[in-house]
């Protein structure tokens, strides 16, 4: 293949003039075509009658729609494609990091939330972890110390015991056989093997840490190439012990086991008690509503989906329709709004079996209250002051996956899955074919805060799926992964949608704001912030007028035109009086929506 991509690029440098040769990049050269319905930046959503999937990887997509076919249910499907996604997209998830899941049941017309997060070891106290960390004042990425329990697994049974109809060895045989077999790299998967390749390389000559069995299993000959033949036969022998032998094989069992040896190993202090302790568990969804019957529902902490509801709470406040979506003021409100959730991120969400969440947090009053704050005309230098910022950045820029799949009978799934940082934390247990997350690294050192480091507890977590109801009933699913972007971006997707009228994969396509900076939930709870305005990332399909009227409000904008931090978007969408569905997919990720 990569001689195939050689050649064909060697011919086309002698078939192009000099001049071509010398210009900028095609993109730069010419603009976006003609459609002959809806905007020019987009493409039509996809419409299906009797199921749909949407995830970051076709095959992924197809291996969903398969399922499906045979017999299986959205819940079935959702873990078959989140299986293969491991596999593909190595680079967002696995089966070594957490999972959170929105399931719509028809049957009992009730939203079900499973937070299959892990927690740290209950042998080891903040103490003991400061005293590893040498005078540290963070976690680092890599390495045994951020590890925590992966509950994808455990996740994946939960769903199938309550939900699911297929047996859980023919759910993981599609991505048994591609793991054996091999399937070709996708592009833009293929851009981050290559940038977690140099990140593990760099880090390695600062930070020791074993990476032998990562290297061998996905870099044996460096990073792959779009459209290199990848296999990894150690996660295929992993996946066929899971489906055989079930959840108990990957807690109590020979994986277990290994899993544990390998982490002491290397000076972790998880024991085979920790794994078995482990399981998931079914949480309340929470609801805003936005106006006109759309409602956001969201999954609590110690997730941040809740950033996203507060976020509107407090712009229900105002009616962006009186501008134009891509306007200053309608950015300047959003980004009002993310700063104020995050402050109350920051300070409050943590695993609420150690620290609750206080509840007027999402009420109404609460958000009107906070929307009073704002100034329409001028961003503020702070909000809620008392924080010192000496914790690492949240999650990285495309470092999780979300999929969504629904079925005939009106089952919807909206599902999250991620290692965190990068690929995880360097470490594959010996032949596992996985990457251990690094989830822990989001725990605050601070013992006073809500999310400090403790025994057997949860972090922070960055990962929320989404649904949307309309007057009540189920109107969507919906996901936009990549770190605080995400109730940020969820938003964003709902105002296009709500206020401004755009379609399923419009709300996705268009130009995105991201937020970065100012407080972080890692951080302590006293000082001054290092960075309380942070910064507003914008994409390219924000005018340049726009651009320069926020920096006249007091916003720091930077324009940035890769796509990597603004995340990576699946929605599906049911009408609710003819029960089709309609996908939409992200531009930015390799991914497709597809139905049947």
């Known amino acids: 293949m990569r001689i195939l991509a050689a050649a064909t690029s060697l011919l086309a440098l002698v078939a192009a003039p000099i001049a071509a040769q010398e210009a900028q990049p095609v993109e730069e050269q010419i603009g976006a075509g003609g459609r002959p319905v809806g905007a020019n930046w987009s493409r039509s959503p996809v419409y299906a009658e009797n199921g749909m999937a949407a995830t970051a990887h076709p095959l992924a997509t197809q291996i969903a729609l398969q399922v499906l076919r045979e017999g299986g249910n959205a819940v079935d499907a959702a873990i078959a494609a989140n299986a293969a996604l491991g596999l593909m997209e190595p680079t ?39 005293e590893k960390l040498g005078g540290a004042d963070a ?12 509950g994808t697994v455990d996740a994946w049974f939960a769903m199938h015991k309550r939900f699911g109809k297929m047996p859980m060895n023919e759910v993981l045989a599609p991505t048994v056989d591609y793991a054996r077999k091999g399937h070709p790299v996708a592009p833009v998967i293929a851009m981050y093997l290559d940038r977690s390749l140099r990140s593990y390389t760099q880090r390695l000559e600062t930070t020791a840490f074993e990476f032998d069995n990562a290297r061998a299993t996905y870099f044996a000959d460096g990073a792959p190439e779009a459209g290199d033949i990848f296999k990894n036969p150690d996660l295929a022998n992993t ?6 032998e079930g959840r108990d094989a990957f807690y109590e069992g020979e994986l277990a086991k290994v899993m544990v040896d390998y982490l002491q190993r290397q000076g972790s202090a998880f024991t085979l008690a920790d794994f078995a302790a482990h399981k998931s568990e079914w949480v309340d969804v929470g609801c805003a509503e936005y106006r006109d019957g759309f409602e956001l529902c969201e999954l609590p902490p110690n997730s941040q989906g809740f950033a996203a509801l507060q976020m509107v709470n407090i712009l229900r406040n105002v009616d962006l329709r009186q501008w134009e979506r891509g306007s200053p003021e309608v950015i300047h409100y959003i980004t009002e709004a993310k700063r104020l959730a995050y402050a109350d991120v920051a300070r409050f969400y943590a695993d609420p079996n150690f620290s609750a969440l206080p509840q007027e947090l999402l009420t109404k009053e609460y958000g009107a209250q906070r929307f009073a704050l704002i100034n329409p005309n001028k961003a503020a230098p702070e909000y809620d002051a008392g924080e010192i910022a000496v914790a690492p950045k949240l999650e990285g820029e495309g470092d999780t996956t979300y999929l969504t799949v629904t079925d005939k009978d009106g089952m919807m799934v909206s599902l999250i899955q991620s290692n965190y940082r990068g690929m995880g934390g360097g470490l594959v247990p010996d032949g596992l074919g996985f990457m251990l997350q690094d989830r822990g690294e989001l725990f605050s050192l601070d013992p006073e805060h809500p999310n400090a480091y403790e025994p057997g507890k949860r972090p922070f977590h960055t990962i929320i799926p989404a649904f949307v109801k309309k007057d009540g009933k189920p109107f969507m699913t919906l996901g936009l992964m990549g770190g605080g972007m995400q109730p940020q971006g969820h938003v964003q997707v709902l105002i296009n949608m709500v206020d401004f009228g755009m379609n399923i994969q419009e709300a996705g396509d268009a130009a995105r704001i991201n937020h970065d900076g100012g407080r972080q939930p890692t951080e302590g709870m006293t000082g001054p912030s290092a960075d309380p305005l942070g910064t507003l990332n914008v994409e390219p399909g924000i005018r340049a007028e726009t651009v320069e009227a926020l920096r006249a ?14 995340g990576g978007y699946q929605a599906i969408m049911r009408d609710p009086e003819t029960g089709i569905y309609a996908g939409g997919t992200e531009m930015r990720k390799d991914g497709q929506a597809s139905g049947y």
């Open 92 to 130: 967002g998830n696995g089966i070594g990091g957490d999972l959170f899941a929105i399931v719509y049941d028809p049957k009992t017309d009730q939203l079900y939330g499973l937070n299959g997060s892990g927690a740290s070891p209950r042998g080891q106290t903040l103490d003991d972890l400061l």
């Open 139 to 150: 976690l680092p990425p890599v390495g045994p110390l951020p590890v925590t329990i992966p």
């Open 239 to 244: 996946l066929e012990t899971i489906g055989r």
């Open 553 to 566: 409000m007091g916003h720091n904008v930077r324009v940035v035109s890769n796509g990597i931090m603004f």
